[in-house]
């Protein structure tokens, strides 16, 4: 596992530090949840469905994981100028 890779599961531990087979039913249907869709060419897809399923993550959790970060990083940004 590269540093980038490391980085990324230990962030996804902190953002979802349940099982990984239980995150997927760790965020409620409803009023404090939605639901978004998004699109991939096939190989991202592929690719990342790969390294879940290396590293036991859902999809799912990959993808809130990174938005948590970068809306973490925008709003430190925005506190700088």
């Given at each position: 596992?590269?540093?980038?890779?490391r980085?990324l599961?230990?962030?996804?531990?902190?953002?979802?530090?349940?099982?990984?087979?239980?995150?997927?039913?760790?965020?409620?249907?409803?009023?404090?949840s939605q639901?978004?869709?998004?699109?991939?060419?096939?190989?991202?897809?592929?690719?990342?469905r790969?390294?879940?399923?290396?590293?036991?993550?859902?999809?799912?959790a990959?993808?809130?994981?990174?938005?948590e970060?970068f809306l973490e990083?925008?709003?430190?940004?925005?506190?700088r100028?």
């Amino acid at each position: 596992m590269n540093t980038e890779e490391r980085q990324l599961a230990e962030m996804l531990h902190r953002v979802t530090p349940e099982p990984p087979h239980r995150v997927t039913g760790s965020l409620p249907v409803g009023e404090d949840s939605q639901l978004i869709t998004i699109r991939l060419p096939s190989d991202r897809h592929a690719e990342l469905r790969g390294w879940c399923t290396e590293h036991e993550f859902t999809m799912a959790a990959v993808v809130r994981g990174l938005v948590e970060r970068f809306l973490e990083q925008q709003g430190r940004s925005e506190a700088r100028g």
